[in-house]
């Protein structure tokens, strides 16, 4: 993967996002180095409270380095952070109870089953009242979809399963802010609607969600905001929306004459053609001052295209993603 072009690098924006006291994790300069080599590079980064914040950025771009140093799992090699108002890690004590964290996938005993992990996971929590711990064990097993599987020993758990149960030993109190390391991962497209909806719900109880994920689909359905990393860097951040609008969406056009739809639209600025010989459709890059649609279709009907469908389709964080970085990205997984 090759370093994104300084000149595609634009500043984190500050606009829209809310004072101090509505941010529940901000980060000044944050870096964290191995060996020589920066995994984390001088991040400035702002979540606002009762937002769903999706971290977005290929495998190894800093996602989950940055994580552990916001949880005080590792020390920053330069700059700061604060959770909750807080800096960490030297608030740890006071922060972590706030917050329900799945990172890098749970830490299960195989030995014991899902509901018994869960039991032991409450009870080396400090703040738990013991005379709500059965009830809640029950709420969380219930709320990820496993009161069924209660009983079964973890080890027999599919990967899907465990992450139910990570997510689930997160949900066992109350949080301010809730922070996932890829929580749909091994997850059926079943399970991860459940999960998107689950976040969603949570959402709207006032819990903060910090979602990271290297899925752009995850992100664009669940995230009202989202901050982009590659190779270390925060590229950009902001509103879902925001992210997309900056980024100009593509013309498509349906014929069943794609190569004189190529030769004027080539004609009229539009760039990065591409042309699906199966299903006619021809879509292309407008150029930054875009040419009156109107005009172009009827230059296309004019030049003898037979037009079925003509129109614009909405820019992606797929689309804003590439523009950022110059970089592909993988979509799928």
């Given at each position: 993967m090759s370093q994104p072009p300084a000149t595609d690098v634009v500043p984190a924006p500050r606009g829209g996002v809310e004072p101090d006291g509505d941010v529940?994790?901000?980060t000044r300069g944050l870096a964290k180095q191995y060996r020589g080599t920066l995994a984390v590079d001088g991040l400035d980064l702002r979540v606002p409270r009762g937002s769903v914040f999706g971290f977005l950025g290929p495998n190894g771009s800093g996602k989950t380095t940055t994580i552990r140093m916001l949880m005080g799992l590792i020390e920053p090699t330069a700059g700061s952070a604060r959770v909750l108002g807080r800096p960490m890690p030297g608030a740890s004590r006071a922060v972590l109870p706030k917050v329900g964290a799945l990172i890098e996938g749970p830490a299960l005993y195989g030995f014991l089953s899902g509901q018994d992990n869960l039991l032991r996971f409450d009870s080396a929590d400090p703040t738990a009242d013991p005379r709500t711990r059965a009830v809640r064990v029950a709420a969380a097993l219930d709320r990820v979809g496993l009161s069924a599987a209660a009983q079964k020993k973890a080890?027999?758990?599919?990967?899907?399963?465990?992450?139910?149960?990570?997510?689930?030993?997160?949900?066992?109190q109350p949080r301010e802010l809730l922070v996932l390391d890829e929580p749909t991962n091994g997850l059926d497209p079943q399970g991860m609607r459940e999960i998107r909806g689950l976040v969603r719900e949570l959402a709207e109880d006032?819990?903060?969600?910090?979602?990271?994920?290297?899925?752009?689909?995850?992100?664009e359905q669940v995230c009202t905001h989202a901050a982009v990393m590659a190779r270390g860097r925060l590229i950009t951040q902001g509103t879902v929306a925001e992210l997309a609008a900056g980024t100009r969406g593509r013309l498509a056009v349906t014929t069943p004459d794609p190569a004189q739809a190529v030769r004027v639209l080539e004609e009229h600025g539009v760039s990065e053609l591409l042309a699906d010989p199966h299903t006619g459709e021809v879509t292309g890059e407008l150029p930054a001052t875009p040419p009156d649609l109107?005009?172009?279709?009827?230059a296309l009907v004019t030049a003898g295209v037979r037009v079925r469908a003509f129109g614009v389709r909405r820019a992606s964080l797929e689309d804003a993603f590439v523009a950022l970085t110059g970089e592909g990205f993988n979509v799928a997984g």
């Open positions: 529940v994790i901000e080890k027999a758990y599919s990967l899907g399963m465990k992450q139910r149960l990570g997510l689930a030993s997160a949900l066992l006032g819990t903060t969600v910090f979602l990271s994920s290297h899925l752009l689909d995850e992100i109107v005009e172009l279709n009827a």
